[in-house]
């Protein structure tokens, strides 16, 4: 499947090869990205909304779980 023309990954695409390693390759597109920090903002968010649900879950579970056990309460 090849992607529309004229979208980021439409052919020919551009690719750049690591110094250190050439078997590693990134499209041109997602290494500007990756230069400007635009995917690292991208990760930052990520990282934040999994924090975000972890809090609530583990909330959830102090709330329905443990709290209920220390205290002795029980919930029907």
């Known amino acids: 499947m090849t992607p ?6 439409a052919p020919p695409l551009e690719i ?3 110094r250190g390693d050439p078997g590693v390759v990134m499209a041109v ?12 903002r991208d990760g930052v ?6 924090a975000a649900v972890t809090v609530v879950l583990l909330g959830c579970f102090t709330w329905r779980v443990a709290l209920p056990y220390l205290l ?3 919930i029907t």
């Open 72 to 74: 002795g309460w029980r």
């Open 16 to 18: 750049v090869h690591d």
């Open 4 to 9: 529309p023309a004229g979208t980021r990954y």
């Open 29 to 40: 597109a997602d290494a500007e990205d990756y230069a400007d920090g635009e995917l690292a």
């Open 45 to 50: 968010l990520v990282l934040a909304a999994l």
